[in-house]
């Protein structure tokens, strides 16, 4: 059974860097594309990043590009998510998220396995 696991969240000052980790257990990294979405409470889940299998491919939501970066390392069998020039609009629940299909994709409907979050607090 495939379990992501996320670490790193927590409270920053505006302009401040976060970095989260995503672990998966029960399956080999390198097998899927992996995405960082994050939730507001009473809003939909948005998506913020994704990698490719073989790290070749990145996309990301077009307020966070620049500032944060993804990336992972399939001996590790982890994924990050380096948030830099943090905002307060960047306050939310981040999820990480694997998928097995053939592209990356930004729409979370693709996704099979989700972590249980992490928060993200940026004071302003």
């Known amino acids: 059974q495939v379990q992501l696991v996320e670490s790193g969240g927590g409270l920053v000052q505006a302009g401040g860097s976060l970095s989260l980790s995503c672990a998966i257990s029960?399956?080999?990294?390198?097998?899927?594309?992996m995405g960082w979405f994050r939730q507001e409470p009473g809003k939909e889940r948005e998506f913020v990043a994704v990698i490719s299998r073989s790290g070749g491919t990145t996309d990301y939501l077009d307020s966070v590009k620049g500032r944060f970066t993804i990336s992972r390392d399939n001996v590790k069998n982890t994924v990050y998510l380096l948030m830099n020039s943090l905002k307060p609009e960047d306050t939310a629940v981040y999820y990480c998220?694997?998928?097995?299909?053939?592209?990356?994709?930004?729409?979370?409907?693709?996704?099979?396995?989700w972590g249980q979050g992490t928060q993200v607090t940026v004071s302003s």
């Open positions: 029960g399956r080999t990294l390198g097998n899927y594309h």
């Open positions: 998220a694997a998928d097995k299909g053939t592209y990356v994709s930004r729409w979370f409907a693709s996704y099979d396995h």
